[in-house]
């Protein structure tokens, strides 16, 4: 009888699940516009639920005899919020719907394929990270890396010689870009880290969906995840952190004092030692993980022979021995000159960044305030409740782990509130990854607790509390996915690559702020393009200005690709997105693609444009070279406005009133019969579909109405055509 009424009972869950899940999909299908008649109408709804609850039905058969009981259903509810409108948008209702099988499928096999949870695990985490990977240059740290590492140059403080020499090997791989392999790079450790990050969970609790959805909270919160998808260091920080742990938490661990066993115990202090030091070569915060390695080795008190120990020690130092890649490849980074030793140290300890060090921040009432708010944002309250009841069960079991991770999350929380910069919280990445295991630890216990109950109940209750636990990270997923992409970001060395391939002046000089200097300096250094070029990047504009004054004395051609203010007195012209500064008039280098004599302001005409052009970064912008003389120097500073009129006749886009010459060259500063070259780029919005457009261009005092005549003229537009 209690099988008859398990059967029937089933029957009715699995039509429900089939009908819930089904509709999800149907909804999903129809918001991106695949079949929207799908579910237009209540009958299109009804007949979507009907025909998946029956497709279920069908498969109930299977599911009996295979996994039991109705534990495989429940996550095809998990598209429910997605159907009742509590969570909108295609996004939600895709990972909600795809979540919702995964969890289904991997409810069913249970125990049989132990591969297959870690497998699923790892191929959606690299897809999604690869999804949202940086295509291009990043700026800052992530642009040096991405010149650093293919040149086996040597980064900044602290050097991060591991991080530099593993990553170079994927510079070698022929897919796409090598600033994209670097960052790629990123995206392997990242999914490393979460699949030892399952490994790790699963041998505290010995539970799989537990440590699934562990993994999956720590892969996709939102700094881990912004860090997996740039050329940073600390997705490889975060997987050798993660290694450490497992082994200090004491995996693998063997039973006894045999002979055999103290060998095995040899060899996982053997491998600890190893990575301790290999994981101080990529990123110095690892010093932070030392006290937890005391607490490991006064719990474990491992029984090493002393020749035993002497080999563990030499495996740190040679793990520590990547640092001599610095001291070692210095020379040939700088005409030959070899480093000093404390100049070494200074570089490897970073000593320029002591000073962000302050002790006082550990009993700031507002340093608190902020370092707590970035320890609790990745996860929120219910992942905090849950890391708070994971303590609690490791308190009742594995009070070994509970104070090597305890330790461990107290030494990271620290240093987040001593180290005053402004990018900590990826300093707290560490951290994040202990919550994580408390995380999965919390779940288990609640999972165990479930499943304590007598009887069919029990493991009923578990699963459903797996499938509401999973909304954390799916939710995770639909939320940061849209805050952390990089996939749109412009290819920025599509720029730097048009750029260098203009006609520039042989050995001439281009003084570029930081997010043009990234590009250029790029595709120089790492596709040799027009090595001859000498690229600047300076600290302060007064530097510039001298820069500026110093090479063009000495006769060497200036470009700008900055805004430098007060140049009226000098002679400027766009070279494409450059600008060319000289104390001469500046001729222009080529003939415009189109003559006009067009008069557009006082004393102004427009005599001749380039046809207009695609960006060269990819972005969808528009590039437009204006031609200007002035029959008498302008007495007002005109800005130059742009716009677009479609077939209609309407305005379908304009621009913003911008000086000419890259903001540089006041039309006040103008040089009677001079003509004044003036590069446009047209940033056209995404409702700006394609089409015919006339170009119009207008001279326009400032602050001045569009719409009303300029110096007498009824109609102040210069139309270019289509």
Same mark, same amino acid.
């Given at each position: 009888?209690?099988?008859?009424?398990?059967?029937?009972?089933?029957?009715?869950?699995?039509? @429900?699940?089939?009908?819930?899940?089904?509709?999800?999909?149907?909804?999903?299908?129809?918001?991106?516009?695949?079949?929207?008649?799908?579910?237009?109408?209540?009958?299109?709804?009804?007949?979507?639920?009907?025909?998946?609850?029956?497709?279920?039905?069908?498969?109930?058969?299977?599911?009996?005899?295979?996994?039991?009981?109705?534990?495989?259903?429940? %996550?095809?509810?998990?598209?429910?919020?997605?159907?009742?409108?509590?969570?909108?948008?295609? @996004?939600?209702?895709?990972?909600?719907?795809?979540?919702?099988?995964?969890?289904?499928?991997?409810?069913?096999?249970?125990?049989?394929?132990?591969?297959?949870?870690?497998? *699923?695990?790892?191929?959606?985490? $690299?897809?999604?990270?690869?999804?949202?990977?940086?295509?291009?240059?990043?700026?800052?740290?992530?642009?040096?890396?991405?010149?650093?590492?293919?040149?086996?140059?040597?980064?900044?403080? #602290?050097?991060?010689?591991?991080?530099?020499?593993?990553? /170079?090997?994927?510079?070698?791989?022929?897919?796409? &870009?090598?600033?994209?392999?670097?960052?790629?790079?990123?995206?392997?450790?990242?999914?490393?880290?979460?699949?030892? @990050?399952?490994?790790?969970?699963?041998? $505290?609790?010995?539970?799989?969906?537990?440590?699934?959805?562990?993994?999956?909270?720590?892969?996709?919160?939102?700094?881990?995840?912004?860090?997996? *998808?740039?050329?940073?260091?600390?997705?490889?920080?975060?997987?050798?952190?993660?290694?450490?742990?497992?082994?200090?938490?004491?995996?693998?661990?063997?039973?006894?004092?045999?002979?055999?066993?103290?060998?095995?115990? +040899?060899?996982?202090?053997?491998?600890?030692?190893?990575?301790?030091?290999?994981?101080?070569?990529?990123?110095?915060?690892?010093?932070?993980?030392?006290?937890?390695?005391?607490?490991?080795?006064?719990?474990?008190?491992?029984?090493?022979?002393?020749?035993?120990?002497?080999?563990?020690?030499?495996?740190?130092?040679?793990?520590?021995?990547?640092?001599?890649?610095?001291?070692?490849?210095? %020379?040939?980074?700088?005409?030959?000159?070899?480093?000093?030793?404390?100049?070494?140290?200074?570089?490897? #300890?970073?000593?320029?960044?002591?000073?962000?060090?302050?002790?006082?921040?550990?009993? !700031?009432?507002?340093?608190?305030?902020?370092?707590?708010?970035?320890?609790?944002?990745?996860?929120?309250?219910?992942?905090?409740?849950?890391?708070?009841?994971?303590?609690?069960?490791?308190?009742?079991?594995?009070?070994?782990?509970?104070?090597?991770?305890?330790?461990?999350?107290?030494?990271?929380?620290?240093?987040?509130?001593?180290?005053?910069?402004?990018?900590?919280?990826?300093?707290?990445?560490?951290?994040?990854?202990?919550?994580?295991?408390?995380?999965?630890?919390?779940?288990?216990?609640?999972?165990?607790?479930?499943?304590?109950?007598?009887?069919?109940?029990?493991?009923?209750?578990?699963?459903?509390?797996?499938?509401?636990? +999973?909304?954390?990270?799916?939710?995770?997923?639909?939320?940061?996915?849209?805050?952390?992409?990089? &996939?749109?970001?412009?290819?920025?060395?599509?720029?730097?690559?048009?750029?260098?391939? @203009?006609?520039?002046?042989?050995?001439?000089?281009?003084? +570029?702020?930081? /997010? /043009?200097?990234?590009?250029?300096?790029?595709?120089?250094?790492?596709?040799?393009?027009?090595?001859? *070029?000498?690229?600047?990047?300076?600290?302060?504009?007064?530097?510039?200005?001298?820069?500026?004054?110093?090479?063009?004395?000495?006769?060497?051609?200036?470009?700008?690709?900055?805004?430098?203010?007060?140049?009226?007195?000098?002679?400027?012209?766009?070279?494409?997105?450059?600008?060319?500064?000289?104390?001469? %008039?500046?001729?222009?280098?080529?003939?415009?693609?189109?003559?006009?004599?067009?008069?557009?302001?006082?004393?102004?005409?427009?005599?001749?444009?380039?046809?207009?052009?695609?960006?060269?970064?990819?972005?969808?912008?528009?590039?437009?070279?204006?031609?200007?003389?002035?029959?008498?120097?302008?007495?007002?500073?005109?800005?130059?406005?742009?716009?677009?009129? !479609?077939?209609?006749?309407?305005?379908?886009?304009?621009?913003?009133?911008?000086?000419?010459?890259?903001?540089?060259?006041?039309?006040?500063?103008?040089?009677?019969?001079?003509?004044?070259?003036?590069?446009?780029?047209?940033?056209?919005?995404?409702?700006?579909?394609?089409?015919?457009?006339?170009?119009?261009?207008?001279?326009?005092? /400032?602050?001045?109405?569009?719409?009303?005549?300029? !110096?007498?003229?009824? !109609?102040?537009?210069?139309?270019?055509?289509?």
């Amino acid at each position: 009888m209690r099988v008859g009424r398990s059967r029937a009972l089933r029957l009715p869950l699995a039509g @429900l699940a089939g009908a819930v899940w089904g509709l999800g999909l149907a909804r999903l299908v129809a918001e991106a516009g695949l079949i929207v008649p799908l579910y237009a109408s209540p009958w299109a709804v009804a007949a979507v639920a009907a025909m998946s609850s029956a497709g279920l039905l069908l498969a109930h058969r299977f599911l009996d005899s295979r996994a039991g009981g109705v534990g495989p259903l429940l %996550p095809l509810f998990l598209p429910l919020p997605y159907v009742l409108g509590v969570v909108v948008g295609p @996004l939600a209702g895709c990972v909600l719907v795809v979540g919702g099988a995964v969890l289904a499928v991997l409810s069913a096999t249970k125990d049989r394929t132990p591969w297959l949870v870690p497998a *699923i695990l790892g191929l959606a985490t $690299l897809i999604l990270y690869l999804q949202t990977l940086l295509p291009s240059l990043g700026e800052a740290d992530t642009f040096e890396f991405q010149v650093v590492v293919p040149r086996l140059a040597v980064a900044h403080p #602290t050097g991060y010689p591991l991080y530099t020499l593993v990553s /170079k090997l994927f510079t070698l791989l022929p897919l796409r &870009s090598v600033a994209w392999r670097v960052s790629l790079a990123s995206a392997v450790y990242a999914t490393g880290a979460v699949l030892v @990050l399952y490994t790790l969970v699963l041998a $505290l609790t010995g539970r799989r969906l537990p440590s699934f959805l562990a993994s999956l909270v720590f892969a996709f919160s939102s700094v881990f995840w912004s860090q997996a *998808i740039v050329a940073e260091v600390y997705a490889l920080h975060a997987l050798l952190i993660a290694a450490i742990l497992l082994l200090l938490t004491g995996w693998p661990r063997g039973q006894g004092v045999s002979s055999a066993v103290l060998t095995h115990e +040899a060899q996982r202090w053997y491998l600890l030692a190893l990575l301790l030091g290999l994981s101080l070569a990529n990123h110095l915060t690892t010093a932070l993980l030392l006290p937890a390695v005391v607490v490991a080795l006064l719990l474990d008190r491992p029984r090493l022979r002393p020749k035993q120990w002497l080999v563990a020690g030499a495996l740190l130092v040679l793990g520590l021995s990547v640092y001599a890649f610095i001291p070692l490849r210095w %020379p040939a980074l700088n005409n030959g000159e070899s480093m000093t030793v404390p100049g070494f140290v200074v570089h490897i #300890t970073g000593g320029q960044f002591h000073g962000a060090l302050r002790l006082e921040g550990l009993g !700031d009432p507002v340093r608190w305030s902020i370092v707590g708010r970035l320890i609790r944002e990745p996860f929120g309250w219910t992942g905090l409740v849950l890391a708070a009841l994971g303590l609690v069960g490791l308190a009742r079991r594995r009070r070994c782990v509970l104070a090597v991770t305890g330790v461990t999350f107290l030494a990271f929380l620290a240093y987040g509130l001593a180290y005053h910069v402004p990018d900590v919280a990826v300093f707290l990445i560490p951290a994040h990854l202990v919550l994580a295991i408390w995380i999965g630890a919390g779940i288990a216990l609640l999972v165990d607790l479930a499943q304590a109950r007598p009887g069919r109940v029990g493991p009923v209750i578990g699963q459903a509390l797996v499938v509401v636990f +999973a909304l954390l990270p799916l939710g995770l997923i639909y939320m940061n996915l849209p805050a952390v992409d990089q &996939s749109r970001t412009p290819h920025a060395e599509m720029w730097g690559r048009e750029v260098l391939g @203009l006609p520039l002046d042989l050995d001439s000089a281009v003084l +570029a702020d930081v /997010k /043009k200097f990234a590009p250029l300096y790029y595709v120089q250094q790492i596709e040799a393009l027009r090595p001859d *070029i000498d690229i600047v990047l300076l600290g302060a504009e007064a530097e510039y200005k001298e820069a500026l004054s110093d090479r063009m004395a000495a006769g060497q051609t200036v470009y700008l690709a900055r805004y430098l203010p007060h140049l009226e007195h000098l002679h400027l012209r766009s070279m494409g997105p450059l600008v060319e500064v000289s104390a001469r %008039p500046l001729a222009p280098a080529n003939s415009p693609d189109n003559l006009l004599d067009l008069r557009v302001g006082a004393a102004i005409r427009l005599v001749g444009y380039d046809e207009v052009a695609p960006s060269g970064d990819g972005s969808g912008a528009r590039q437009l070279t204006l031609y200007w003389v002035a029959d008498e120097t302008p007495q007002q500073d005109y800005l130059v406005r742009l716009r677009l009129r !479609d077939e209609a006749g309407a305005v379908a886009w304009k621009s913003e009133p911008v000086r000419p010459v890259a903001g540089l060259f006041p039309t006040s500063a103008w040089r009677p019969g001079e003509v004044v070259v003036d590069f446009h780029e047209l940033a056209l919005p995404s409702h700006v579909g394609a089409g015919a457009y006339t170009v119009e261009v207008g001279l326009f005092p /400032k602050f001045a109405d569009e719409g009303l005549p300029v !110096d007498g003229r009824s !109609d102040p537009w210069a139309r270019l055509g289509e």
